[in-house]
Every structure is written in structure tokens, then in C-alpha cells.
């Protein structure tokens, strides 16, 4: 009777620390979507149109931000920069806001397509880092159209067991050594950008004889590739695939964590550090809403959500401080100043973007694309 009472008393306080063990994950993952910065947010109502690329938020967040807000989120994704402008330039443009990248925005604030943001609405973009408001001012002057969300950097992926040299150089993107074993990334700006570097060109050159010559060292460097890729690139290197990839350090993140002989590096020529910020054009419908939607997504415990689940970097110092202390001191999340100082942005190249276009149409037809 005892050793059954005893057996019945274990037994009901495994159950128990089980059970407590449930209640302290459920507040942990409560805690996941508490508010650092005030959650008081008026019931707006109406309907948000969202404009952004894909897997690019937590989908719970916008869950989270309908409830506090009675606001109906319509999230539509894109594919490409070029889609979005095209969208954002049509007549019947519906959406309220949007997630264009650094080139993009110079653009459209010369074509006059956005809404100057008012801050007084957005309280938490006092967590966005002054250094990140440094570079994003170098393509929207006073930060007064956009605001950071993700960024980060193009660089090399390699396979530490495949390649038995120091990766320090774009050169060894043609490396006849690895042949058929190089992923080049499949965007007329990155691939240019890696050419024209370097062949020590600015990666924004508008002068014809530097374009050119960028354009013929990518077609010297077909026959060593494995191919053109984007998403595609992720499975082939963690599966050993190949030994070297043109890469954004997101994705080259995640490959690490799924791959221990993969490592990330920024060239000494230097590569492009970009960033994806949120606009208003000038067409939205509920501005309120966009402004409310926006201030939400800078909440530093709500960023730090959002960006542990994008993988991408985020310019939130509140995020920063709060989010996982591995990935917050990867140099790979987070490159150190002496890195970001060898890297820039894009800019818009204007009716320059011809030489661009021809040059890469003429690399893919040598391809066989």
C-alpha cells in the first residue's frame, strides 16, 4: 500500500513539473510578444495593404498587430524590386506600405511616389541604431521617407573542407581549381558588383570601359560555374554541392547552422551592404494604420521576434540587446564597423541602368540563358 501511495505521490509530481515546465514555456513564449516599449495602440480599424518580399515576417506578428489594432492586414509578396516599382508606378496602386530596398528608395523619391513619414507617429524608431541611420541617410537624405528594417551584406559561402586556401578575394570566384563548383548569384547588380570590385571599379560605375570590362570577366568565368542561383543556393551548399557561392548573409546563416564546414566572408575589395526599409507612397489609403504598423514592427522585443525568424539583420539596438547573444555576435549577423566600412550601398543609376542591363543581357547570352 505504501510503495503504491509512494509510486502515485511520483507519479503526480512528474505530472507536475511537466505542467510547470508547459506554464514556464507558454510565458516564455508570451514573453516572445510582449511589448518593451508601450502597448497601447488605438483600435484604427480598416484594411492594411502590405507590400514586402517573401518569408520576410513573423506571420504571427501580423496576427498580433489585427488584434491590438482591429486593423485587416492584406499581405501581398514580390519577387523582385523591379515588381514592386512597377506596382507602386500603376494607376490603381492599392498598397499602403511597402519594403523596397536602398536604390529603390533613391528612386522613388526622385520620381516624387512617397510620403515624407511622419515620426512623431513612429516613437519607437528611437531604437534604430545611429550607425544604421548613417548609411540609410546616403540614399534617402534625412532619413524623412523611409525607415530601416533588415539588412545586411553579399559575400562568400564557402565549404572549409572543399576549399583548401584562404578566402579573402573575389578572385577566387575564378579559380579554375574549382570549376563547376561556383554558384554566382543570379541579379545584374550583385554579379556587376562582384566584377567590377574586383577589378577595383566603384560597384555604382556608370563609365561604359568599367562596365564592359566587369561584363567580360563574368563571361570568362562561365565555364567555371555551377550556375546562376538565388534560393536554390542554400540546399546546394549545405549539401556539399558545391565549394563557393555568391551569397547574402542571411541565407549564409542558416546554411551554417545546418552545415559546420560552411563559412561566410566579406572580400578585402569590399561588397554592398544593403537595406530593405519600410515607405508610405504617396497613394496609401490608411496612412494611420501604415504609421501604427510600422512603430508596431519597432517595439525592440517584437524586432527581436521578427528578425530570430527572418534570419536577417536587424538595425533595432533594442532588438539587439534583447535577442539570442550567439547570433547577435556573429560577425556574420552582425559585421563589425571596420567590416561595414569596406562595403556601400547601391544607388540608383538613373537611365545609366542601360549599361547594366545590356551588359548582363550579353552575359546570359553568352550563358545560353
Known sequence: MKKWLALLLCAL???????????????EEEADYS????????????????????????????SLFEQETGV??????????????????????PYDMCFPSDYIIEKLIKDDLLMPLDMSKIPNSKNIADRMYEVTNTFDPGNKYSLPYMWGTVGILYNTKMVDEEVDS??????????????????????????????????????????????????????????LGTDNIRASMINNKAALAVIYAGDAILCMEENEDLAYVI????????FDNVVIPKTAKNVDAALAFINFLNDANLAARNTEFIYYSTPNQGAMDRMDEE???????????????????????????????????????????
Open 13 to 27: 509530481l512528474v505530472l507536475s513539473c511537466v505542467a510547470c515546465k508547459k506554464q514556464d514555456a507558454a510565458e
Open 267 to 274: 572580400p578585402k575589395e569590399g561588397s554592398n551592404v544593403w
Open 327 to 369: 547570433l547577435a555576435a556573429n560577425e556574420t549577423f552582425n559585421p563589425s564597423d571596420e567590416t561595414l566600412a569596406r562595403c556601400g550601398v547601391y544607388h540608383d543609376l538613373g537611365t545609366d541602368i542601360e549599361l547594366y542591363n545590356s551588359a548582363w543581357e550579353e552575359f546570359k547570352t553568352a550563358m545560353g540563358k
Open 72 to 93: 485587416k492586414v492584406n499581405y501581398t509578396e514580390m519577387t523582385s524590386n523591379e515588381e514592386m516599382l512597377i506596382k507602386l508606378r500603376s494607376a490603381d496602386n
Open 170 to 227: 573575389w578572385d577566387i570566384l575564378w579559380n579554375e581549381k574549382y570549376a563547376e563548383k561556383i554558384w554566382q548569384y543570379d541579379s545584374v547588380r550583385d554579379a556587376l558588383a562582384v566584377s567590377l570590385l574586383r577589378l577595383g571599379y566603384d560597384m555604382n560605375s556608370t563609365n561604359p570601359d568599367e562596365v564592359n570590362q566587369a561584363k567580360e570577366e563574368l563571361i570568362k568565368q562561365i565555364h567555371l560555374l555551377k550556375g
Open 35 to 62: 511589448f518593451a516599449d508601450g502597448d497601447q495602440y488605438d483600435k484604427i480599424g480598416g484594411e492594411l495593404n502590405v507590400l514586402n518580399w517573401g518569408e520576410y515576417i513573423d506571420p504571427e506578428l501580423i
